[in-house]
């Protein structure tokens, strides 16, 4: 009841008060022990988060865990404190040398006059670093190499995932506690145990070196990625698995970096109109109510990482390892500005007719499967579209079109019957790839006319021969006779060579 008492009431009166408390429970420890754990001195009920984390810091204290604080142990509180003032006789209130629980408790609400809840939480928070040692840690972790200097924010991390694994508040991770952050971020938990033969007690020193070396040392980008992930789950309350995207398989991985290019501001979210971009570019039948109302865990329409990889894994059924480095090879041009159209990655993953037809098209011209279209495999498809490769090749020395700029080529080129051309287009060469090598090699040569051509640009190649006619007809007699016809043929041998 005393510490529901105005603020303004003073220190000295509080410890009269206490004095006369002390009278009945001098002589029964236990008595005035039950009586701070029945919460007569905070709030009334469970133990307050701040009730923990004081009986955390006086069990750093309690060296030899008596449950009282010898003399060694209260300077090393007072030091801790920043208190020069503190001394054994002005806290020792019953007189018996030590510093009991209610004494403690006292003292503890002197050290936090006159700081509002903020200031509170962050002396808090360096009373317990102080207490575990950790600046001392920090230096000894520099030295090792497992973070670059003792300002690392690297190591604050580590801090914070400590408490959060540290779920028993014993300043140690045991092997009930290991088991869980395997369980959280993965691990070979048979290697582990048998390193600590079942016996495993982390201090956070120890804790920090087994991350480091857990993580093949990048615990830099693994820590951070653990807290937000860990907080996040807090704060939702649920035991999702975290472990897939600390360390992601190639699958997820890609799925990750999809993640990271829709989340346009950087949130760490897909948030509503992100949303809209992302179901547009994966096209098909998205329900974006389905989206929202199955994996929002926040219920304010947006969506997490983890809750953005499982919903892929369970609703796209292309969510293959080649289907989603299309989708990310596309969305990396699209975010760069450099993609020919705003469909660029709904065409890679799940193409229409035509696109479909444009992609087989680049699969058979790209001759030696190197994903792109080269200067040499360029100069056949220009003659096998009716175009002179010599004038539209003028100027490019070492050009490669990927697949969405060679589609996009060619539907730019076949305008208003892109569909027909390339249908016929791939057919005419299915059939060439599958006839007569002597003669589809004179054709990418250009020693012969290209059949594609033909068929699929008549006009263009009426014109060449007539051209050609016109070349060969010397005397202009409109038909190719006696020398003429002797030195069109000789050329035309030659070529055949």
């Not at 500005?337 to 011209?365: C, E, M, R």
């Not at 096998?384 to 003028?394: R, V, W, Y």
Request: aromatic share 8%; net charge negative.
């Amino acid at each position: 009841e005393l510490f529901k008492m105005p603020d303004d009431m003073g220190l000295l009166l509080k410890r009269d008060i206490l004095k006369k408390r002390f009278a009945m429970f001098k002589d029964n420890t236990t008595a005035y022990n039950d009586a701070f754990k029945k919460g007569l001195i905070f709030e009334k009920g469970e133990e307050s988060d701040l009730q923990k984390r004081l009986m955390f810091l006086f069990n750093i204290w309690d060296k030899n865990k008596s449950g009282h604080l010898e003399v060694e142990e209260f300077l090393k509180c007072a030091k801790d404190l920043g208190n020069s003032q503190l001394t054994m006789a002005a806290c020792d209130l019953n007189t018996d040398g030590r510093i009991d629980l209610l004494e403690y408790f006292l003292v503890m609400d002197g050290a936090f006059k006159g700081k509002n809840q903020g200031q509170t939480e962050v002396f808090l928070y360096e009373l317990e670093k102080n207490a575990v040692e950790w600046p001392e840690a920090l230096i000894k972790l520099t030295e090792k190499g497992v973070i670059s200097s003792p300002d690392d924010p690297v190591a604050e991390q580590m801090y914070t995932l400590f408490g959060i694994w540290d779920s028993d508040r014993s300043l140690v991770i045991d092997m009930a506690e290991l088991g869980k952050i395997l369980k959280d971020i993965g691990g070979d938990w048979e290697k582990l145990a048998a390193e600590y033969k079942g016996d495993a007690k982390l201090d956070h020193y120890a804790f920090c070196l087994f991350l480091h070396s857990l993580w093949a040392g990048k615990s830099g980008d693994k820590t951070a990625l653990a807290l937000e992930l860990l907080s996040e789950r807090i704060a939702r309350g649920d035991t999702g698995d975290i472990g897939k995207i600390i360390n992601p398989d190639e699958l997820t991985s890609t799925l990750l970096e999809l993640f990271d290019l829709w989340d346009d501001d950087k949130s760490g979210y897909i948030e509503m109109g992100e949303l809209e971009t992302v179901l547009k570019d994966l096209g098909g039948g998205w329900s974006e109510f389905l989206l929202v109302s199955e994996f929002d865990s926040r219920g304010d329409g947006s969506i997490n990482r983890i809750d953005f990889v499982q919903f892929l894994m369970k609703h796209w059924e292309g969510a293959t390892l080649k289907t989603a480095t299309l989708a990310l090879e596309a969305l990396r041009k699209k975010v760069a500005g450099n993609a020919l159209t705003d469909n660029v990655v709904k065409n890679a993953i799940n193409p229409d007719k035509l696109y479909s037809k444009l992609g087989q098209l680049f699969d058979l011209w790209d001759a030696d499967k190197s994903g792109g279209i080269e200067m040499k495999e360029l100069v056949v498809v220009l003659r096998d579209i009716g175009m002179d490769p010599d004038k539209h090749t003028e100027g490019i020395s070492n050009e490669t079109l990927d697949r969405e700029d060679f589609c996009e080529f060619l539907r730019v080129m076949w305008m208003g019957k892109e569909l027909e051309t390339a249908g016929i287009a791939l057919e005419m060469l299915r059939k060439r790839l599958q006839g007569d090598k002597a003669r589809r090699e004179l054709e990418e040569k250009g020693a012969l006319e290209s059949s594609i051509a033909a068929a699929i640009a008549p006009d263009a190649v009426n014109e060449k021969l007539k051209e050609l006619f016109k070349e060969w007809d010397v005397d202009g007699s409109g038909s190719i006779e006696g020398f003429e016809l002797e030195r069109m043929l000789r050329r035309c041998m030659k070529a055949f060579e």
